[in-house]
């Protein structure tokens, strides 16, 4: 079987490479042994990118070493031979005989090394990337991991998230996040350790090291209003006054700074040594490196799906649906809705983050019928009717895309269950529209039976 490929053009796509030893004997593939043949290091392609890694990583210096650490990783976990040649099964080396291999090279660069070989292989190969990163996180590496990053912080961030989610080094990796004061993006942020975490949407809870928030008597009720007041109005350079507006809007005279700064008191003693509510220059803010709030993270995904296209290839289309499915995962329902409390601030932030919910459900349906991906339509209009289950447009929408599979029933289902939430709830029935899209499936349905 021809296995041995050549690495030249323009990207270090190693992911394609490994992707032709598939369906090879057992014999060919070991989960430590990378298929992958020498690398072309004058090729254009191969030397910008470790470039672009050694600049990111602030390691200009290391270039061309960098590059030649590389070549020898790849040629120490390959197999000898000629393009075309059948290959002859190999015994795959050891961790120990792999860094054995680069030991002339310093440990910054070393490691370098192994994060490039790992970030490359990350989408296309991620067994063999975690396995990199394992290497990397080894005790030998840690001086140098703690002294700087060795590698641009977006893909650090990426290979950091798939250390946690696999449960490798997850006490280091925390430490490093800190250190260093990495931030994912916004679609990765659900899964990133921060010190701090408030959900608002739907239900309110605040979780300081992934624990809930303790109180030994009765609830701080005032303290956690001045916290919601803050993320309400921006959590950036929040004015005092506004916050003292919100929360005692009926109190007159007094020293209304001293019962503030009270309450700001025993909210940060709430929050623990985390230094998350600053007060400068007389504004407040909440850290944003160490405080995640779900409000903030949906608004910054959806903004980037608001401002988007329509994606034109299976790639951007991936993409749309992994940040369209968290931010639907982040919206589980609108603003302080648990907490029962319609004081005005409250509903102006609740109507504003709802209306952005709404346009997102709109913009991601319509996309996705254009795309002709009907079921993942389905899917976010249905999440969407289970925040809001009031909307009829999204039934009828929900409807129409049943229709557009065939699914007769499922549309007389949905009718119904549109239906019956109006009558009950509002007193009304179903539009004249929405009753057009129930006739035509009616006569759907009648005449595949009567065929």
Same mark, same amino acid.
């Given at each position: ?37 020498? *690398?072309? #290091?004058?090729? @254009?392609?191969?030397? =910008?990118? !470790? ?7 602030? $390691?200009? &210096? ?70 990199? *990163?394992? #290497?990397?996180? @080894?005790?030998?590496? =840690?001086? !140098? ?7 641009? $912080?977006? &893909? ?81 350079? !929040? ?213």
């Amino acid at each position: 079987m021809k296995v041995r490929t050549f690495l030249s053009g323009d990207g270090l796509e190693i992911h394609k490479l490994l992707a032709a030893t598939r369906g090879a004997p057992r014999e060919h593939v070991d989960a430590q042994v990378f298929q992958v043949a020498c *690398v072309d #290091i004058n090729s @254009d392609g191969f030397l =910008a990118q !470790v470039r672009a890694w050694a600049h990111g990583a602030g $390691a200009q &210096a290391s270039e061309s070493q960098l590059v030649l650490c590389v070549q020898v990783l790849l040629q120490s976990r390959t197999m000898p031979g000629v393009a075309g040649e059948l290959l002859s099964p190999v015994d795959p080396i050891s961790d120990t005989q792999l860094l054995g291999r680069v030991a002339a090279f310093a440990e910054e660069v070393q490691l370098s090394a192994l994060l490039f070989l790992a970030d490359a292989l990350r989408k296309g190969q991620p067994a063999d990337a975690l396995h990199l *990163v394992r #290497i990397a996180l @080894d005790d030998r590496f =840690a001086p !140098v991991l703690s002294c700087k990053l060795p590698g641009p $912080a977006p &893909a650090m961030v990426g290979l950091f998230l798939m250390a946690l989610q696999a449960g490798v080094e997850s006490g280091r990796v925390k430490e490093l996040i800190r250190l260093h004061r990495l931030s994912p993006d916004a679609a990765d942020s659900l899964n990133w350790p921060w010190p701090v975490r408030i959900h608002t949407l739907g239900r309110f809870s605040v979780l300081c090291d992934n624990e809930p928030l303790e109180f030994s008597s009765k609830s701080p009720r005032k303290a956690l209003e001045l916290l919601q007041s803050l993320i309400a109005n921006g959590g950036r350079e !929040v004015s005092p006054l506004l916050i003292i507006r919100n929360l005692w809007p009926d109190e007159a005279g007094g020293d209304m700074k001293n019962l503030f700064d009270n309450t700001l008191h025993r909210l940060r003693k709430l929050m623990g040594p985390v230094e998350v509510i600053k007060l400068r220059n007389g504004k407040l803010t909440l850290d944003p490196a160490t405080c995640w709030v779900d409000a903030w993270a949906f608004q910054r995904l959806t903004g980037a799906i608001l401002t988007a296209g329509t994606p034109t290839d299976a790639t951007q289309i991936v993409a749309l649906q992994r940040d369209a499915m968290a931010a639907l995962r982040l919206y589980s329902g609108h603003f302080l809705q648990s907490e029962g409390d319609d004081s005005p601030w409250v509903l102006a932030y609740r109507d504003r983050v709802k209306s952005r919910y709404l346009r997102m459900v709109w913009a991601l349906g319509t996309r996705f019928e254009q795309l002709g991906q009907w079921h993942l339509s389905i899917e976010i209009y249905e999440r969407a009717l289970e925040v809001d289950n009031l909307i009829e447009s999204l039934y009828r929408q929900l409807m129409l895309c049943h229709q557009q599979l065939g699914e007769h029933a499922e549309v007389l289902r949905v009718y119904r269950r549109c239906r019956e939430l109006l009558s009950i709830v509002l007193g009304l029935a179903p539009s004249e529209r929405t009753e057009t899209i129930r006739q035509a499936s009616l006569r759907a349905d009648r005449g595949r039976t009567t065929v």
